[in-house]
């Protein structure tokens, strides 16, 4: 028995450091805590609404989906209310609440449990379940819906749907200073640039976001920017505002560092957040939505089991390592 080789397992679900799955969630939870009460006080209850719907309705929907698959819970450890706060952060503030209720279902069961559960999806599972509406429904779920009906210290106009529609001429609209305070119209939660660049700094710094993703995935969004901008495509004019309006500083420091999707070696994560950076640029110049953040990442969570190939850690199992 002694000479019994030990099964090889998948890396993901299995950690190498003291602190705990649920501490992380928890972190992010407070890290995204600021650019929330922003959204709240230019939204007001709006705001408040749309964030608790979405925590509630993950929680429920992810109770609901576990018992269905007989699995122990996992809410305790506050994924699937970090898969809320993330969700309902990426809608506008209108937005009806049986959308959101609708997204939480799909996020939660075709990107958590249809795989297994928390830590087991190769896919994003808040990505997924905006993408889902997004199609389904996208005059609802664009980040401009109602926002004619809100009286907002700031233009009312969406900065990305603005550059598509205006082009360069839109740039004088919102200025950078308004954009960093979170002065523009969209969606609850991405539009407070300097609250999400400090909280993902503080992440970096703490270590539970790994800097090399939202280096490469702003960086390639800016140098894909200005290249357009150099070939003459006026909508790619001027890379600092891309980088401060839409999905851009969520997706780069806390979707794209997900713990499930995300690779595990430092060179691919280079190529995850190079790859996802240059793919935002393209779906916002080319698509049919004002912002496709969301499936740029889709599309480079698919591509990650092949980059990562070959990348995982090696070696036996080290003493400490516990199940999270």
């Excluded at 795989?115 to 609802?140: D, K, L, R």
């Excluded at 598509?164 to 950078?176: D, E, K, M, Y």
């Excluded at 503080?202 to 490469?216: E, N, Q, R, Y």
């Amino acid at each position: 028995m002694k000479n019994t080789p030990l099964l090889t397992v998948s890396f993901r679900p299995f950690r190498y450091s003291r602190v705990l799955y649920t501490h992380v969630n928890y972190l992010f939870m407070l890290l995204l805590l600021p650019a929330v009460v922003q959204g709240a006080l230019l939204f007001g209850l709006y705001a408040v609404r749309i964030i608790s719907a979405s925590i509630a309705a993950c929680m429920l929907w992810d109770i609901l989906f576990e018992k269905m698959f007989r699995r122990g819970t996992r809410l305790y450890d506050g994924s699937a209310a970090l898969a809320g706060m993330l969700l309902g952060m990426l809608f506008p503030p209108l937005a009806p609440w049986w959308i959101v209720v609708f997204a939480a279902g799909a996020a939660m069961f075709l990107g958590r449990q249809l795989f297994g559960g928390a830590g087991n999806s190769p896919f994003n599972a808040v990505c997924i379940g905006w993408a889902v509406v997004m199609v389904s429904w996208p005059g609802i779920v664009d980040p401009t819906y109602g926002s004619v009906g809100l009286n907002l210290p700031c233009s009312i106009e969406y900065p990305l749907s603005e550059l598509r529609r205006l082009g360069a001429a839109a740039l004088p609209h919102f200025p950078v200073s308004a954009l960093l305070m979170g002065k523009q119209a969209g969606c609850v939660g991405t539009g407070a640039s300097l609250s999400l660049l400090i909280g993902g700094s503080i992440g970096m710094a703490l270590g539970v976001i790994p800097w090399v993703i939202p280096v490469s995935f702003l960086g390639a969004m800016a140098f894909t920017a200005a290249a357009f901008s150099i070939a003459g495509q006026s909508m790619a004019i001027l890379p600092l505002f891309y980088l401060l309006t839409g999905f851009s500083l969520i997706g780069a420091f806390f979707l794209a560092a997900d713990f499930s999707s995300r690779p595990v070696s430092f060179r691919i994560m280079i190529w995850y957040g190079t790859l996802s950076g240059v793919l935002t640029v393209l779906f916002r110049m080319w698509s049919g939505f004002p912002e496709g953040l969301p499936f740029a990442l889709l599309i480079a969570n698919m591509a990650v089991p092949m980059l990562d190939r070959g990348g995982a850690p090696k070696g036996p199992p080290v003493a400490g390592v516990r199940r999270i």
